[in-house]
């Protein structure tokens, strides 16, 4: 597996979640990373992004309230959720678009499911 997210569950609103995906070193340290989720009946949308070098960019529904950070040491990026709402349900996956030598590869994370009660 060469992305592996974690940290889904059921939560209520107003609370708050951590994912985590680690990836494999050879693809972290030349990818642009980003959290994408889907749900049911939904088209797979993206949530939140990090480039290798840092700059992050977010969909307008997370927009403060979501935070995405990448620990190069550990190979990993983090999507933070606080005040989580129902309509954050849905399963969440972790991407790779490779840069340099890994340019025109992307990769996929097999999904976290988060779900918000009310």
């Known amino acids: 597996v060469q992305l592996q997210a974690s940290g889904g569950g059921l939560v209520q609103a107003g609370d708050s979640l951590r994912l985590s995906c680690t990836a494999s070193?050879?693809?972290?340290?030349?990818?642009?990373m980003a959290w994408y989720r889907q749900a049911p009946g939904k088209q797979r949308e993206l949530v939140a992004s990090?480039?290798?070098?840092?700059?992050?960019n977010y969909a307008d529904s997370g927009k403060g309230r979501f935070t995405i950070s990448r620990d190069n040491a550990k190979n990993t990026v983090y999507l933070q959720m606080n005040t989580l709402k129902p309509e954050d349900t849905a399963v969440y996956y972790c991407?790779?678009?490779?840069?340099?030598?890994?340019?025109?590869?992307?990769?996929w994370g097999q999904g976290t499911l988060v779900t918000v009660s009310s």
């Open positions: 070193r050879s693809i972290f340290s030349v990818s642009d």
């Open positions: 990090i480039t290798n070098g840092g700059n992050t």
């Open positions: 991407n790779a678009v490779g840069k340099v030598w890994l340019k025109g590869k992307e990769y």
